[in-house]
């Protein structure tokens, strides 16, 4: 790897940026807090209902809601300092989650709530990575934003493992509070070592809308190539392995398992990523990129597995192996990032999330309908094959390397 002056950016030259720790830090924190919030209300709702499509139904909303939050609300990213942006919504969702811990909430209101904590999402993520690439450039952001990544799966990691500890040793309301708690450090992690940034070439918003912000996001993907097959990619890699997330729950519970094997269950694929990571890293950055097809194909393989395994532990295995692939992500997106222009990254960013996250939720509630009727391990394997046919197709498209900076002034 090496940085725009020729050297090699080292994990060490990249920690030792004090902004960046914070970063990391922060978004860590509230990752973490984040799973341990998705297990306990996953399991919440399949108590009261029963229904393993009203459980993975829980986790789609965080990926539906990036259908309007990511076009329309990513722009904030671009019009506003970022890091007031991620600490407003820090702020809000602390107060949200906080609300979903009070005892006997319906149902209706569980959902809506998980709406509102959803569209939070999209400002915030689109402002973390414009501000990242502010904050490291070169191959130190391609090394900044790998870090990112792993930390962000390894607290996926620790969440969901111990949201299901939490809900063992507490209950659910003890777990959401402990996610607002992770939402406030965040905040007050941002505020005391990151500094207020403002950037060139901000829209005016007396003479724009969010219409024409999210026209503008999609103008840009439209018109270059090389991010539509960067985020084909991304696409295709996430839609292999999203079914485990969604339908861990329903399997640790078809196996009479309590809510410790659920965490694990889910904790199996980011676990996969993390190995993924430093594996991907090993490589001369332009051969990363040329591995997707292989990586793709690695996740897929041992998902076609899932419905001939009973064993918890060695369904986990097979979960982890597929995660592994999944860092095709880090590489996809720190490309992309670099491919946008800086005053155009938050509504570029929030486009391609929306449908990345539009596609998982989707994909999540249709896993999770095929569960209703053929078991919860069926639909993981069903996807898988579906990626796995879809890879050859994307083979075939091969755009030369270039930046969006043609497509600039069409957008």
Known sequence: MTTDSGRGASYREVLRHREFRALLLADGLSTTGDQVARIAVALLVLERSGSAFAASATYACSYLTWLVGGPFLSAFADHYPRRRVMVVCDLLRMTLVALLAVPGTPLEAVFAVLVLVGLLAPPFDAARSSLLADVLTGERYVVGSALLSAVSQAAQLLGFVAGGALVVALDVEGALLADAATFALSALLLVARVA??????????????????????????????????????????????????GLAVAVAAQDGRGALTAGVLTASVPAGFLIGSWLVLRLPADRRERLFPVMVTGSCLPLLLTPFVQDAVAISVLWLLAGTGNALQLVANASFVQEVPQHLRGRAFGVAVALLMAVQGALLLVAGALAEVTGPRVPVALLAGLALLLVPALMSVTPSPSRADQAVEST
Do not use: K, N
């Open 196 to 245: 207020e940034r403002r950037h060139d070439a901000v829209p005016d918003r007396s003479t724009t809308t969010p219409f024409a912000e999210a026209v503008a996001g999609f103008s840009l993907l439209l018109r270059t190539p090389r991010l539509r097959l960067l985020l084909g990619w991304a696409l295709l890699s996430a839609g292999a392995v999203i079914a485990p997330e």
